[in-house]
């Protein structure tokens, strides 16, 4: 079965700083890949996601994720934060033939002025 | 486009006492999630439909969860019997079912669902 750890319950930043959220999975089959944010009392939103071809994905908000298969991450990155990118990040993946996500436990961004 | 939306968003209930939930997905998508996130936590799947057949369920799914599309437009997810474990956050998502788009999925508000 698969699973998504995501490494870092929170991660305490100041604003226009560079942030990585980093997330590994497991999986014996082929695998898309995802990032969603959730903002307090909110649904989730996607933020990017790897299907196939480049390994460089790039999403809303500046955010951008590398796809690495031989060391199964999907690290999520964004060069100079904002206060407004304080949310929870979540992974998430999906095997090929399955329907559901499977999702890590999340990352709190916090920015800090 | 006016996205997923869920109804309540919030609810309050007394242990042992049934409760219901609706989704209504985005208007062309025919595939339909229903996910359950506790606090801290990432969501965790429930059941999936497309159209009105109801596909896969998780075995978090107890006989005391059911859930319907009936139309194969809006879902609603019952509880029966709750208990205070069934405290969570409960999303509904939905999907066009498009490959080359990795079926991406579009997430409603929520109902938070306290049980007392």
């Known amino acids: 079965a698969q699973s998504v750890t995501q490494l870092d319950s929170q991660v305490p930043v100041f604003e226009e700083a560079p942030v990585e959220l980093r997330c590994n999975y497991s999986s014996s089959v082929s695998v898309y890949l995802f990032w969603y944010v959730q903002y307090p009392n909110q649904g989730l939103q996607l933020l990017l996601k790897?299907?196939?071809?480049?390994?460089l994905v790039k999403g809303i908000n500046g955010f951008e994720a590398e796809f690495n298969k031989s060391q199964t991450s999907f690290h999520l990155r964004k060069p100079s934060v904002h206060i407004s990118d304080t949310a929870e990040y979540f992974c998430a993946v999906r095997t090929e033939g399955a329907q559901k996500l499977v999702f890590g436990q999340g990352t709190r961004l916090t920015i800090n002025p | 486009d006016t996205g997923v939306s869920q109804d309540p968003r919030h609810k309050i209930t007394k242990r042992g006492q049934n409760v219901t939930f609706r989704c209504d997905p985005i208007?062309?998508?025919?595939?339909l999630y229903w996910y359950r996130q506790t606090l801290g936590q990432g969501p965790e799947f429930l059941t999936y439909f497309q159209n009105e057949a109801q596909l896969e369920k998780s075995r978090l799914l107890s006989d005391r969860f059911s859930a319907e599309r009936p139309k194969g437009s809006f879902s609603t997810l019952e509880i029966q019997r709750t208990e205070q474990g069934d405290s969570a956050m409960y999303l509904c998502?939905?999907?066009?079912?498009?490959?080359?788009?990795?079926?991406?999925?579009?997430f409603g508000p929520g109902t938070r669902l306290t049980v007392t």
């Open positions: 790897y299907l196939s071809g480049s390994t």
């Open positions: 208007s062309e998508h025919n595939r």
């Open positions: 998502a939905s999907s066009l079912g498009l490959r080359d788009r990795g079926y991406e999925q579009y």
